[in-house]
């Protein structure tokens, strides 16, 4: 048979292996360098960080989607192709030095096992990994220049990898290794060769200093040694395919390996020609694998608490290269065990209906996972179309708000980046309803959305004055700036001034505004007047003694007005609201609590209805200060049980 038919059978099984993660639409990341190669095209590299601003990789970031982005118009498959031939790239390459190293058989059992890692699906599924895969093919590449003594090239190729992904940074020093170790090279001599790649570095590590002095949304960076020994056991992990091993038993029953893949890979040993000699077992030569599978994940060592076993992408050539020095004397038997036994693991791992929500350096589970990819595709598919169903054409320039979402759905990047490709207009945004203000909301249409497990609803909808509502919302969610906003739009749209300027003058005040707090509790008619407030509050207490909760809550208001900075009245009136008006009954007890910081049942009582509101965070808040001003609080049994509530709720709340 032609030599080129057993590489063509292995690119095609692993097509058939991968197709699905290549028919995978845009996702999360993509949406934004999307946007930004359609604004700026190649404008995008000139002295910007790009749109995420949080690594310098602007070959794979802003150059790789200025060039595809025309091309493709709004289809994925052209970035799968380019990342699919860079996959196929970097196999050949690790299987030329594979075979150069071992034989035939080791080559190409390397390769498979390289080629089939489950991380290998995330790498293909997400076109943001073009990163990945553009610095393992460069790096592969200067390796294989090295090898031959081209040393220019090799520097070349190293800059390439190290603009596309900082991982790369380690090569340099495993070209050290290789050649004191396997090539026998004085080190001196060695380090004036390796001189030429001090250059590549220094522009990377010039752009990466830049960036960090001028990105507003620097990388989340964590050293330390528990670090590093975390990441050498995700490293391990990842290339053995161990991502989210408390999945295991359940990915067992739904694994389905790719037949399609299993025959055409199945033939590959057919095909190969076993010609070439069977390598010695050199100890520097497994020493080196084991190298070069450390060496590239010491990149990840900051990134221990949220890592993702494609982080390893790089490591896993070096372990490649001691999977090759095992199977050297493997048969073609061997290899369709080995390839049947690969890919029902590659099945299995993918199946694992799990990934990690929680920052912590020794999580046994990754980040991103398969599972993660695949549900966001699908996630993404049903939003998109769930939104076009309640907002078919929005005008130009709304500004979409999303109160709830699946939780790590992936569907709200940025300022809106999938919104407007949805929508194919430039001039709309969407935010996360916690984030309305002056400055993302403006004067603009709003469309106010909440996921209800099924499909958008529209918040406020039938309500009279929608405005008002977004800012007792904002209130309670500890945004006063966005609900002074909301509450100003309220009163320009001619929502009742009588309801809004009393929670617009709390809003200036917890936003540090006193005088307009006063300006606004002026225009709603409110003076200091004692006498009157407590006739109102005998009056009230009369009207509740009677039965008439109507009249009480009157009386109540009235004393409100008469007294708005005393907290008496708001005490009140937050207990009479909760079963008519549940959310205004937190607000009259929030301020309760703000106006007399030592009224520790108020701010029980505002712990318990954030609670069932679902308002986690600003209930930890309330409970935090609750401990502190309770004397007795540990013997509290309702304080008690509230603690019990919001613990067992921790670490379920999606990541905003």
Not at 28 to 39: M, Q, T
Not at 201 to 215: K, P
Not at 489 to 515: F, I, M, N, Y
Not at 555 to 575: Q, T
Request: hydrophobic share 50%; with cysteine; net charge neutral.
């Amino acid at each position: 048979m032609p030599r080129w038919f057993a590489p063509a059978l292995f690119a095609a099984g692993l097509a058939a292996l991968y197709a699905g993660a290549l028919r995978t639409g845009f996702l999360n990341d993509d949406y934004l360098f999307l946007e930004e190669a359609r604004r700026h095209g190649w404008n995008s590299l000139l002295g910007t960080g790009g749109a995420l601003a949080n690594y310098f990789r602007p070959l794979s970031r802003q150059f790789w989607f200025a060039l595809f982005t025309p091309l493709a118009g709004s289809q994925a498959w052209p970035f799968h192709a380019a990342n699919f031939a860079l996959f196929l790239g970097s196999c050949a390459l690790l299987h030329r030095f594979l075979r150069e190293q071992t034989n035939e058989a080791g080559a190409w059992l390397g390769t498979l096992y390289f080629a089939t890692l489950p991380l290998q699906r995330v790498n293909l599924t997400w076109i943001s990994c073009n990163q990945d895969l553009l610095a393992l093919t460069a790096t592969l590449a200067a390796f294989a220049a090295w090898r031959a003594n081209r040393t220019a090239l090799a520097a070349l190729a190293y800059l390439a990898a190290l603009l596309s992904k900082e991982t790369a940074a380690p090569l340099p020093v495993a070209l050290f290794a290789w050649s004191v170790w396997r090539e026998g090279r004085d080190p001196r001599a060695t380090l004036r060769a390796l001189l030429p790649f001090a250059l590549p570095l220094a522009l990377w590590g010039g752009g990466e200093l830049w960036l960090r002095s001028a990105s507003p949304a620097p990388a989340d960076l964590r050293f330390g040694a528990g670090a590093a020994l975390a990441t050498l056991v995700h490293l391990a992990q990842s290339l053995v395919g161990l991502e989210a091993p408390e999945a295991l038993p359940q990915a067992f029953a739904a694994a389905r390996p790719s037949l399609l893949a299993l025959a055409a890979l199945a033939l590959v040993a057919l095909a190969w020609r076993n010609d070439s000699p069977e390598g010695a077992a050199h100890a520097s030569l497994a020493r080196f694998g084991i190298a070069w599978a450390a060496l590239f994940a010491v990149p990840a060592m900051p990134l221990a608490h949220t890592w993702s076993a494609y982080y390893f992408t790089l490591s896993a050539a070096g372990a490649a290269l001691l999977v090759a020095l095992a199977c050297r004397r493997a048969t073609r038997w061997t290899w369709s065990v080995a390839a049947l036994g690969l890919l029902f693991w590659h099945a299995v791992v993918s199946a694992s209906p799990s990934f990690a929500v929680t920052e912590n350096a020794w999580n046994g589970t990754s980040h991103l996972t398969a599972h993660y990819f695949e549900r966001g595709a699908q996630l993404s598919t049903q939003l998109r179309a769930a939104l076009k169903r309640v907002e078919p054409k929005p005008a130009p320039h709304t500004r979409f708000w999303f109160a709830t979402l699946p939780p790590y759905a992936g569907f709200q990047m940025g300022n809106g980046a999938g919104i407007r490709d949805l929508y194919r207009d430039t001039t709309l945004e969407s935010h996360f309803y916690s984030q309305y203000s002056e400055s993302t909301a403006a004067a603009h249409p709003g469309v106010f959305l909440f996921w209800n497990g099924v499909d958008f609803e529209r918040l406020y909808e039938r309500s009279v004055d929608p405005l008002f509502q977004v800012g007792g919302d904002l209130l309670l969610l500890d945004r006063p700036e966005g609900a002074s906003w909301a509450l100003r739009r309220a009163l320009d749209s001619g929502e009742t001034p009588q309801d809004v300027l009393p929670w617009l003058g709390w809003a200036h005040l917890w936003s540090g505004r006193r005088d307009e707090a006063e300006a606004a509790w002026a225009a709603f008619g409110a003076k200091d007047d004692t006498t009157a407030y407590v006739t109102w509050l005998r009056t009230a207490r009369t009207a509740l003694d009677d039965g008439d909760t109507t009249a009480t809550r009157r009386a109540l208001f009235e004393a409100m007005r008469c007294g708005i900075g005393r907290p008496e009245a708001h005490a009140v009136l937050g207990e009479l609201l909760r079963g008519r008006s549940p959310k205004f009954a937190l607000l009259e007890t929030k301020v309760a609590t703000r106006l007399s910081p030592e009224d520790w049942l108020a701010r029980r009582d505002l712990v318990s209805g954030l609670l069932d509101a679902r308002l986690d965070a600003q209930a930890e808040t309330e409970l935090a200060a609750l401990r502190r001003i309770h004397p007795d609080y540990a013997n509290d049994a309702v304080a008690a049980q509230l603690e019990r509530t919001l613990a067992a709720r921790r670490g379920m709340r999606p990541a905003r």
